[in-house]
């Protein structure tokens, strides 16, 4: 890391001591530091991703390398400017001794989160080429393939197959049923394959706008029958097909 030649890491670099814990215990500074570094690093990403989906144009051009020196600058300025963090400054003054070098803490650091980044990267841009790729296959077919098996196109019928696995919503006898070879069977007044295509792409394209995540289609019943619960563990995301 050569964050030693500059900026305030570098400052504090360049009179640094080897620390030492005689219990072998990690840096208390450490995880908080880390922690830091990870949450701003998401919320960045995030914004970047938001920023170039907005735009067109490609992920992939920014450094990960120096998008995360800059993080790391601007969380140890911010930690050191902390006044509620009274522990870690004494630690991070020098009053208490650390067993792990300096230097080989923020290598360590540095290194996990350029990893990190590196990997996200990756899957955002992999995840975006299938989203792509979906995309077009959908608009050149008027096929909806099922959200929950992500396999068979969903089929119109007068009644719910008997091998179905899950209820229908509504009493209705004139109701339309959607249903799936995977056993997904969803009925309602003005239920169409347009429908649920739409509500799947703008559902999509909402969460797209500020997550970079992989959505999860779960088949689900409740009182109104059945549904599809739409999720994402990245960012928290939760609704439901219809």
């Known amino acids: 890391m050569e964050s030693g030649q500059g900026g305030p890491l570098g400052a504090t670099v360049a009179h640094r001591k080897l620390y030492k814990n005689p219990r072998g215990r990690t840096p208390p500074w450490k995880d908080i530091y880390r922690k830091r570094c990870m949450e701003r690093l998401r919320w960045n990403r995030s914004q970047v991703v938001q920023r170039f989906r907005s735009s067109g144009q490609p992920l992939g051009e ?29 630690s991070l003054d020098g009053s208490e001794v650390e067993e792990e070098p300096w230097m080989s803490v923020m290598e360590e650091i540095q290194q996990e989160l350029v990893n990190q980044e590196e990997r996200l990267l990756v899957d955002i841009m992999k995840y975006d080429a299938a989203a792509l790729a979906n995309q077009v296959t959908l608009q050149q077919s008027e096929e909806v393939i099922c959200p929950v098996c992500q396999r068979h196109g969903l089929q119109e019928s007068q009644r719910r197959p008997s091998g179905a696995s899950i209820t229908t919503i509504g009493s209705e006898s004139g109701a ?8 997904l069977a969803l009925q309602g007044a003005n239920l169409s394959l347009n429908t649920v295509k739409s509500s799947l792409e703008n559902t999509i394209s909402h969460h797209g706008q500020t997550c970079e995540g992989q959505m999860s289609f779960t088949e689900t019943t409740d009182t109104q029958g059945a ?16």
Do not use: Y
């Open 62 to 90: 920014d450094d990960p390398t120096q998008l995360v020196q800059d993080v790391m600058e601007m969380e140890w300025a911010a930690l050191n400017r902390c006044s509620n963090l009274l522990a870690v400054k004494k």
């Open 176 to 183: 339309n049923v959607l249903v799936c070879g995977c056993g």
């Open 227 to 242: 549904n599809v619960l739409i999720t994402c563990s990245i960012c928290d995301w939760m609704s439901f097909l219809l």
